[in-house]
């Protein structure tokens, strides 16, 4: 997950909707994800689920899992690994299958039916886990081989899958006492009301707030295929003879580097702070604020002092005062770089005979400027040898044929849920089949915003199962008939969702339940694949001219290379700004009730140290949808925690000979492969020779430690 785009992760999506059928023909017709599907490798059968499918899906699915719970907590046999562990990792395939497809297209391509389900069956399936987590003949089962582990004979897998089991219990509230349980239930219930109820706010509020411009020399600067893809997203919401300029999820928006009407540009940036608070119907903040309320509740119901401590007990930092403590180290350094960076720009503003001083209105065009000026750095002399399909091909596919000896062929016999999707079937070093990976990388306006990674089939040897994963983004799509010509930024965020999904496709484990990572580890393996993006081979490969083929030339190349730091004091401090912002909604107490988010925004970014007026945060409270939404909540540090891992595992690789496929196999064998079988500490120790060192973190982006 890019925290240039953002990924996410959230399970709640669909497929494409199909004419209804009769009552009679329904009654008949099996739900299609009562079997396995018998497409290869298991992928979702988009060719015949419809909308009608997904509820009686979820309805049957958690019927089905409850059963299989009940029999596993009633078993008269005394609990064994296999009786109860297994046997829980082996229930649910059902649900599983609903969650997996409805989670991936109600995300990346809504509609009102699909979001009615999830509105329906959001709280259904938290009281499900409830009924999990919450029953006490299961959690005795599972108590009594905790306690007896060292004599049960398990290997390292089992052991590590046992002790987490047992704390997912605990965390659920299995120890709590009877009463507390019915609040804990009640809360669970609400939160997923509410963090359902945002994620749909927010959906039509970022549609909403695109700006609509009734001129086109408003966006002078755009260029005509700009202002071509201005019309066409008019058109497309029925507002021929106008031209829109959507909103993406973050509070920059990408076309105000280009705009030169300062107006427009303050209108497009107001549009995307305000969106979800304007006081109509699609405003976010009621909705926030209890969810950090009822959090903080929950957190004290179940022993932690506030839901920070909650959620990263069982992280790679453990503690908010460790996540805090890191982020300490940052804040000086970028707040030095952050004024050094603004007293350029109003250098440059100045030269140019304007009269005004920088706002964040202001900064990526006039940055641009500075860029130009000190790299002879054109980002639209970039953009025409980064054609998406080749970039896609040609660098990412082939930066991890070199590391890890992949190969990929295009499928399209497998079907997809919107025309965009395409899917391509992935080959091992060896030539046997690894996995599918699926695509989908153009905004639309019933996508969720950001980029993300998730799973349609995970990888299991207990279930018999290879990957099939997923990445979605939101890049700008063209008018018909012209070419996806993209941003490095853009090349960025497809080499670092890939990242994701490679470490996806090279989980090599028996037990589903230990494929998931934490949020300060999981953006580990894609950042670091971001590195690969300016690799010299690999950048030589996939960096022509649309139209003639030709290479980059070296002196562009050379000049990408030089301004790769530059504003770094703008996007770290941004980044840690919405980082800061999320650990202060989530380390309230209880007894602090419910605030007002105006206002406590407004405090929180007034303490943090950092160039707020200049430099807002990458997400404001009303659309941070990773923390209200997305289960990024007092884990959005991650993004940075993982930087500092990435750098240095990247300067590992350096000092080792960089892109080899020694190398590569080494870091497959190491992390990509190991899901959460280890300890994180272990696990990077074990690659790195050593604790995590903030040093080339600060190093890549040219900060001195302060």
């Known amino acids: 997950m890019n925290p240039r785009a953002f990924f996410h992760l959230v399970l709640m999506a669909s497929c494409l909707s199909m004419p209804s059928m009769p009552a009679a023909a329904q009654e008949a017709r099996a739900n299609p994800f009562a079997v396995p599907s018998t497409l290869p490798f298991q992928a979702p059968r988009f060719d ?51 969650q997996a497809a409805f989670g991936a297209v109600n995300q990346a391509d809504t509609n009102p039916a699909r979001q009615a389900v999830q509105k329906v069956e959001a709280p259904k399936l938290a009281a499900h886990n409830d009924a999990i987590y919450l029953n006490p003949k299961l959690f005795a089962r599972v108590h009594t081989l905790f306690a007896r582990q060292a004599s049960l004979g398990l290997n ?21 006492s009877p009463a507390d349980q019915t609040k804990l239930r009640a809360l669970n219930g609400q939160l997923s009301r509410l963090q359902t109820q945002f994620q749909q706010r927010l959906l039509a509020a970022t549609k909403a707030g695109g700006l609509v411009v009734d001129d086109p020399a408003q966006l002078a600067g755009l260029g005509d295929a700009g202002i071509a893809a201005a019309a066409q997203a008019a058109k497309e919401r029925g507002l021929a003879g106008k031209w829109v300029l959507p909103l993406q999820n973050t509070t920059q928006q990408p076309a105000l580097e280009s705009l030169s009407d300062r107006a427009t540009r303050q209108k497009l940036f107001e549009q995307s702070w305000t969106r979800a608070a304007r006081g109509d119907a699609n405003d ?10 009822l959090r903080a509740r929950k957190a004290a119901l179940l022993g932690y002092p506030d839901w920070a401590s909650y959620v990263l007990a069982d992280q790679m930092a453990k503690t908010p005062a460790t996540a805090e403590a890191f982020m300490a180290k940052l804040i000086p350094a970028t707040a030095a770089q952050e004024r050094r960076e603004a007293v350029d720009i109003d250098r440059v503003i100045k030269a140019g005979g304007e009269s005004f001083t920088v706002q964040p209105w202001d900064w990526e065009r006039y940055a641009e400027r500075v860029r130009k000026a000190r790299f002879d750095l054109d980002q639209n002399e970039v953009k025409p040898y980064f054609e998406l399909n080749t970039v896609l091909e040609k660098g990412v596919f082939y930066a991890a044929n070199q590391l890890y000896g992949v190969s990929f062929k295009e499928r399209h016999d497998i079907p997809v849920y919107n025309p965009d999707v395409r899917v391509f079937e992935v080959f091992d070093r060896d030539g046997k089949h690894l996995g599918l990976f699926y695509c989908d990388y153009f905004k639309r306006d019933n996508k969720n915003g950001g980029a993300w990674m998730s799973s349609f089939v995970g990888q299991s040897k207990l279930l018999g199962t290879t990957p099939v994963v997923y990445n979605v983004a939101n890049l700008p799509k063209p008018a018909p008939g012209q070419p996806a010509l993209i941003s490095f930024d853009d090349v960025t965020t497809m080499f670092h969702e890939f990242g994701h999904a490679l470490h996806g496709l090279f989980q090599n484990l028996t037990y589903p339940g230990l494929g998931a990572s934490a949020r300060d580890f999981v953006e580990f393996p894609s ?127 350096e000092s080792h000979g960089g892109l080899t496929r020694a190398n590569g196999d080494r870091f ?39």
């Open 527 to 653: 950042q670091f694949n971001e590195h690969w993006a300016l690799d010299p081979k690999v950048l030589a490969h996939y960096a022509v001219h649309y139209k003639t083929g030709a290479p980059m030339p070296q002196a562009l190349v050379d000049k990408i290379r030089k301004a790769e730091r530059f504003n770094q004091g703008y996007s770290l401090g941004e980044l840690i700004a919405a980082a800061e912002l999320d650990m202060r909604w989530h380390a309230l107490p209880a007894s602090a009730g419910r605030q007002d988010p105006d206002a406590f925004e407004a405090a929180a970014l007034t303490k943090m140290g950092l160039d707020a007026e200049h430099v807002p945060p990458r997400y404001r409270s009303s659309y941070f949808s990773h923390i209200w939404a997305g289960g990024y909540a007092a884990g959005y540090y991650g993004y940075l925690w993982t930087q500092m891992l990435e750098n240095d595992a990247f300067a590992w690789f």
């Open 48 to 98: 015949i689920i419809r909308d009608e499918d997904y509820q009686p899906g979820f309805e049957q699915g958690m019927a089905e899992q409850a059963a299989e719970i009940a029999r596993i907590a009633d078993n008269p046999a005394a609990p064994t690994f296999d009786n109860t562990i297994a046997a829980m990792e082996r229930s649910g395939r059902m649900l599983q299958r609903v």
């Open 668 to 706: 497959r064998d190491l992390v990509l492969s190991r899901g959460h079988s280890q300890d994180y500490d272990t696990m990077f120790r074990a690659f790195y020779g050593k604790d995590p060192d903030i040093g080339p973190m600060l190093a890549d982006r040219g900060l001195a430690p302060q």
């Open 284 to 293: 976010t903040r009621a909705t926030l604020a209890e969810i950090a309320e």
């Open 156 to 176: 390292a897998e089992q052991r590590q899958l046992l002790q987490i089991v047992h704390q997912r219990f605990i965390r659920a509230g299995a120890q709590l």
